[in-house]
């Protein structure tokens, strides 16, 4: 039977209807993803060979023209502030939407035609029914922050997933590609060239990782210290090593492992923008790291990832919902209900989703010399305040 495809859109408005989404079939969808993913990476290095399907080379070029839309638009001179880059926002319309000139058969003429870039993107998925890619591209240009406040959180990595989610349901990846999706696509692949030479090709959390350098995306909804990251989740669960958690604490261990293993490059990235140690400025990755197993450490990871991501009514309030991920529960507050009940509706996001918080970035771009831009990995340290 074929599925009428929607637009997705918002629905939960208040605390009774993310009551009802944590017991929906979407929310098992998302957590039994999440854990089938999980699943599949245990044991796994990022520089473990892994075949691609069509699929995941489909995925991996499409990726490759975001990337290349965010060279394309370098940010824009903004010394006066230390919050985003308002160029941002050109590479947000980008990827909504791209000028082409095309020659028309008919006429043999140049004409200028607008065409929506992420819909285009999508055409050369294989197998992809082309009714879902409005449905698609919905969750694909959430992923990667949100114009208007130039920020980007947990919400938005959550949308990715989500894209993720869709194609697998619409069968343009199957369960064989579960592993490539974690290492390939979601993280990154790590290639040994002819002349054993190690090239390294972004993929998503590499992406947003120039994305924030860039444009000092601001942290949506920052935990600030009592959090994992001031962006990031799933990295963290996703990538965990069989030695003692507590290891994390030695450079030296981090830095080999960095280059296999998730959770070390993400703790290797925090320390290259942040000085003083774990225990001053992750104070969360400090307490995970005296957990004895690395299984304690990831089941735990889940339960936060529930806990944190999926029942905050801050994040999932923004949550969007079609016709693959529906939305099943209570209708809606009304406007009065909504202003005398949660008191949580509004334009934006106000105090209570998390006050505009500068860029660990803009903070490490300060203590650099004039006229030299953030470059990611090799980041000077900036004290943590």
């Known amino acids: 039977m074929s599925i009428a495809f929607e637009i997705p ?8 209807q993310l009551t009802a989404f944590q017991s929906s079939a979407t929310y098992n969808t998302i957590t ?45 001179e903004n010394k006066a502030s230390r919050f985003g880059n308002p160029a941002f926002r050109s590479f947000y319309d980008k990827v909504q939407t791209v ?6 058969p008919s006429c043999l003429a ?15 998925l294989p197998g992809l029914d082309q009714n879902a890619t409005p449905e698609l591209t919905t969750y694909f ?36 590609d579960h592993t490539a999706l974690v290492t390939h696509v979601f993280w990154r692949c790590i290639l040994k060239t002819a002349i054993l030479s ?31 990251d001031d962006y990031h989740f799933l990295p963290f669960l996703f990538g965990h090593k069989f030695v003692r958690p507590k290891a994390i604490h030695d450079p030296e261990i981090v830095d080999e492992l960095s280059k296999d293993y998730m959770y070390f490059s993400c ?47 801050p994040v999932i309030q923004h949550f969007l919902f079609g016709s693959i991920l529906p939305y099943e529960g209570p209708s809606p507050p009304s406007s ?31 203590e650099r010399e004039p006229g030299k831009r953030i470059e990611g990995p090799g980041i000077r340290p900036v004290p943590f305040d």
């Not at 000028?99 to 028309?104: M, Q």
């Not at 959390?205 to 942290?219: D, G, T």
């Open 336 to 366: 009065d209900e909504s202003h005398h009940g949660d008191r949580h509706v509004h334009e934006g996001w106000g105090d209570c989703c998390g006050i505009p918080v500068p860029s660990a970035f803009a903070a490490a771009q300060k």
């Open 110 to 124: 140049l004409t200028s035609v607008i065409f929506k870039l992420a819909p285009s993107l999508h055409a050369d």
């Open 99 to 104: 000028g082409l000139t095309i020659l028309l």
């Open 141 to 176: 240009s959430q992923a990667w922050g949100n114009r208007e406040r130039i920020d980007y959180g947990s919400g938005m990595e959550l949308n990715f997933l989500c894209w993720l989610i869709c194609l697998d349901r619409l069968q343009v990846v199957m369960a064989s």
């Open 32 to 76: 039994s993803y999440i854990e089938v993913l999980n699943t599949s990476v245990v044991g796994v290095r990022l520089t473990d060979a892994c075949s691609e399907s069509l699929g995941i080379n489909a995925i991996l070029r499409l990726l490759d023209r975001i990337e290349q839309l965010a060279h394309e638009t370098p940010p824009v």
């Open 267 to 313: 703790i290797k990235f925090i320390n290259s923008i942040k000085t003083a140690s774990l225990r001053w400025h992750s104070p969360m990755l400090d307490d995970i790291s005296a957990v004895k197993t690395w299984e304690k450490v990831n089941s735990g990871m889940i339960k936060m990832y529930q806990a944190e991501v999926l029942g905050k009514l």
């Open 198 to 228: 190690v090239l390294i090709l972004p993929r998503y959390i590499q992406i947003m990782r120039v994305l924030q350098s860039m444009y000092w995306l601001e942290p949506a909804g920052s935990h600030g210290v009592w959090g994992l």
């Open 9 to 16: 859109g918002k629905r939960i408005l208040s605390s009774a």
